[in-house]
């Protein structure tokens, strides 16, 4: 691919050349928002653009280090499925030599100390909020983020349906999920599903009677223990967990021109 140029980060931000320039070079910051500076350099950081004055600033040292970020959960349900998806998680990076931190907010908006914060399950202003505050690469798990922007993975929940009309046939079951913070994610699989059911506590009563598909293993095996037919089609897959693992990559070394959504079946 051909280098990038200053013309085609002002196309990208859709603002002038003269503006990239001024901004990347801190003259006459205070002409422009900081909406506009930051849309600009995370272009620039998303392309690897240097100009001499930011070769140093982006180049800076791996500290091997990756910011988890979750929401704080509600249900054992959620737990437990978040236990599952970091073990896997855990195993695959630290055999890469990277370290994990776990959190649950940030004490400060803005963070230097890691290499890519990987937020799972967020809700999409929430992400942007952050996203806009660093220069790290933001990737959203379990989330949809209506940006090309920034890289995110989560399951094809129409791969989901068929798989259940397959065991089912068509309209036969319900989708049962745990209540996900993302709203743009849920209203996405309400409109790909007859039947879709988002469990946000502990009572295991709310499970719908009939056919029963979730991408939930703990789900499936209340499910079943209740006397349901329950398919389960997994979230936590060493699949996705590879997935992530590629647009992790792919987003610290600033590859160019790819898709940045990925769906993991």
Same mark, same amino acid.
């Given at each position: 691919m051909e280098k990038i140029t200053i013309k085609d980060i002002a196309r990208f931000a859709n603002v002038s050349v003269a503006t990239v320039s001024y901004i990347i070079n801190g003259i006459h910051e205070e002409r422009y928002t900081q909406e506009t500076k930051r849309k600009v350099?995370?272009?620039?950081?998303?392309?690897?653009?240097?100009?001499?004055r930011l070769a140093q600033s982006f180049a800076l040292s791996k500290s091997r280090n990756i910011i988890i970020l979750m929401e704080k959960h509600k249900t054992i349900f959620q737990k437990a499925e978040s236990y599952d998806f970091l073990?896997?998680?855990?195993?695959?990076?630290?055999?890469?030599?990277?370290?994990?931190?776990?959190?649950?907010?940030?004490?400060?908006?803005?963070?230097?100390?890691?290499?890519?914060?990987?937020?799972v399950?967020?809700?999409?202003?929430?992400?942007? %909020?952050?996203?806009?505050?660093?220069? $790290?690469p933001f990737i959203s798990? +379990?989330? /949809?983020?209506?940006? @090309?922007?920034?890289?995110?993975?989560?399951?094809?929940?129409?791969?989901?349906?068929?798989?259940?009309?397959?065991?089912?046939?068509?309209?036969?079951?319900?989708?049962?999920?745990?209540?996900?913070?993302?709203?743009?994610?849920?209203?996405?699989? %309400?409109?790909?599903?007859?039947?879709? $059911?988002?469990?946000?506590?502990? +009572?295991? /009563?709310?499970?719908? @009677?009939?056919?029963?598909?979730?991408?939930?293993?703990?789900?499936?095996?209340?499910?079943?223990?209740?006397g349901r037919k329950a398919l389960l089609v997994p979230s936590n897959t060493q699949t996705k967990i590879d997935a992530l693992i590629d647009c992790f990559n792919k987003a610290t070394e600033r590859v160019q021109g790819i898709v940045h959504t990925v769906l993991v079946k």
């Open positions: 350099l995370q272009i620039v950081n998303l392309y690897n653009f240097r100009p001499s073990r896997l998680l855990g195993k695959t990076f630290e055999r890469f030599g990277f370290n994990l931190i776990m959190r649950t907010y940030l004490e400060e908006t803005k963070v230097d100390t890691a290499d890519a914060i990987i937020c399950g967020m809700e999409e202003e929430k992400f942007r %909020r952050l996203a806009k505050e660093n220069f $790290v798990v +379990d989330g /949809k983020i209506c940006d @090309e922007l920034f890289f995110q993975i989560y399951q094809d929940f129409s791969n989901v349906i068929k798989c259940g009309e397959r065991e089912f046939g068509k309209d036969n079951f319900s989708v049962v999920l745990l209540d996900m913070y993302n709203e743009t994610l849920k209203q996405e699989i %309400r409109e790909l599903a007859k039947d879709v $059911v988002f469990l946000d506590g502990n +009572d295991v /009563k709310e499970l719908p @009677e009939g056919n029963i598909v979730t991408v939930n293993a703990s789900l499936c095996e209340v499910a079943e223990i209740f």
